[in-house]
């Protein structure tokens, strides 16, 4: 059995980006969030009858919504730890639970205190994989999250001549969309000339080629396809959805290919289930931990070649009316680090017609893709239905 359009996002919330959340605690986030794309959904609190926890949920667990959203009957809970590919990961789970008879509801919130509280880049000494990474990486003082990715861009950069330049593109291009959103934290402008002066996080990754350590929360709804017909916003079936693991997972620098992610198993799977072709796709919001796995994904995904990626972003390619417009939102460079549960509601709104200045004209097609711990990668693609 298939799961192309057997489940359709029916509701998406979001709170405030912003540095300090104003002693909100992750719960509370997350319980907004849930609230918003419940309301959005036309639903009420108790007809959610299934849960999915990606990452990034900060201990909270299926019972804590339970108790304040007041849900009688959940028939299903479970997590997704993928890291930033868990929100998309999560989307998966909740359509093959529909898709299953087990749930007509699923909701997905993630929420972080990732400024004020928990940074994102302490999750990485608690992974088991950095059991590998002790030791591998961190004896020549490998600990964070830019000094892990910073050898997979160079290594991209002595094969194909990739610059820092083009690295610039994205963060430029991310940043112009962000200032188009009411809901982003940097709004200041950006040119390639500020991207190139900024200082040196671990070579070739400059401070703005990394994403944003974020407080809010967002949230999706997951309903059966039929059930979604009744729903008040536009359908926004799921046609294709698959998750990929690296070679080597546990291992960034023991890879036999340091340039292949997850994503390059999953795209086709999904491709394959949603019976389209990247050229078909005409908004992608691409997990943006870094600049440069935005460069790779969109190699892996099938956008271009290896190798290619570098020349593809060049020239405003990844614009509003460029050939894939990418993170219209801003994502996690310029608008918030939610772990990417922000790109699935960007997608979601970006295809009902509701992005307001950074619509992308006619857009009936997308795909979103999430990027965790140390390669993992998950893509769903989703058509207006």
Request: some cysteine.
């Amino acid at each position: 059995m298939s799961l192309s359009g057997q489940a359709a996002v029916t509701g998406i919330g979001e709170t405030d980006y912003r540095r300090d959340a104003g002693g909100r605690s992750v719960l509370r986030l997350q319980l907004e969030a849930s609230l918003a794309a419940i309301a959005d959904a036309g639903l009420a609190p108790r007809e959610i009858d299934g849960i999915v926890l990606p990452m990034g949920t900060g201990g909270t667990v299926a019972e804590d919504f339970v108790t304040n959203l007041g849900i009688p009957d959940l028939r299903l809970s479970t997590t997704t730890p993928l890291g930033g590919a868990g929100a998309v990961a999560a989307v998966q789970c909740a359509v093959a639970a529909v898709a299953a008879g087990l749930c007509r509801h699923v909701l997905l919130p993630l929420g972080r205190t990732g400024r004020t509280g928990s940074r994102i880049g302490a999750r990485i000494h608690q992974m088991p994989q950095f059991r590998t990474v002790g030791e591998f990486e961190a004896p020549v003082g490998a600990l964070a999250p830019a000094q892990y990715y910073a050898p997979m861009a160079r290594r991209h950069m002595e094969l194909y001549g990739t610059t820092s330049r083009q690295l610039a593109e994205i963060a430029v291009t991310t940043r112009r969309h962000a200032i188009l959103n009411g809901n982003a934290s940097m709004t200041g402008p950006m040119t390639i000339e500020d991207h190139q002066a900024s200082r040196l996080i671990a070579d070739p990754l400059r401070l703005l080629d990394c994403s944003l350590e974020s407080d809010g929360a967002a949230a999706v709804v997951v309903s059966a396809a039929e059930i979604a017909r009744d729903a008040p916003r536009p359908r926004v079936l799921v046609t294709g959805v698959a998750e990929g693991h690296p070679d080597s997972p546990s291992a960034i620098t023991q890879r036999p290919d340091l340039t292949r992610l997850g994503l390059a198993k999953a795209a086709p799977r999904a491709f394959a289930m949603a019976g389209v072709t990247p050229a078909d796709i005409q908004v992608a919001e691409i997990y943006d931990c870094f600049t440069y796995i935005v460069l790779c994904q969109i190699e892996d995904l099938g956008f271009c070649a290896k190798g290619e990626g570098g020349a593809f972003v060049e020239g405003g390619a990844l614009g509003l009316g460029g050939r894939l417009p990418v993170n219209t939102h801003g994502g996690l460079l310029s608008q918030s680090h939610m772990a990417g549960m922000n790109h699935v509601v960007e997608l979601v709104r970006q295809l009902r017609g509701e992005a307001g200045a950074a619509q992308v004209e006619g857009a009936s097609l997308g795909l979103v893709t999430g990027y965790g711990d140390l390669g993992d990668g998950t893509v769903a693609i989703m058509a207006r239905g």
